[in-house]
């Protein structure tokens, strides 16, 4: 069987020449421009992610100013903090602040004794158990003195007792919980949050 386009009528012709071309350009879209629009499309999806990206790295750049004052600011605090909450646990250092207060107050320590320490996630009670000789007089002079001292120092279970023998400047045996606190080394650098109760 001879087919020849020649031998078709010009409308056959045109409508061969027509579904030719249509044949070419289906399979050239399947086989080149799909996979290309697929990629273009892929391409132009991490553009948009990279120019977001960009932007948030505009906007953070422009606030970095601001970011580096509030370090700044939150270093003096911390500094600050440090007079308050120490870093290292120092017995004898403590001994020595209470024994000025108590001094100052007229009060004789007649014990110093560490107890049980207590860990909490930023910093440690350090509790210390004392034991002191006055009058109430005095005691009010050392909890006001406590009170105002720049380092955090909590005092609780405070038992008073009236002496037997007494003199004008010693009617009571107390024994009270003094409660120091120190950051503990994962903490020195963080602050804020976990802050320890206020005396």
Known sequence: MDISLSKLPWWGQIAAFVLVCGGAVYGFYNFFVADYNAELSLKKTHLTSLR?????GVATARRLPEFQAQVTDLEHRLESLRNVLPEQKDVADTLRRLQGLATQSNLTLLRFTPTAQKAQPLYTEVPYQLIAD????NLALFFDRVSKF??????????????????????????LIATTFVLNDTAGGRGGRGAPPAR
């Open 150 to 175: 720049p380092r955090i120092i909590n005092v609780s279970d405070i038992s008073i007792a009236a002496k037997p023998a007494q003199s004008a400047t010693s009617t009571i045996t107390t024994t």
């Open 134 to 137: 006055g009058s109430y007089h």
């Open 52 to 56: 977001a990206d960009i932007n948030k």
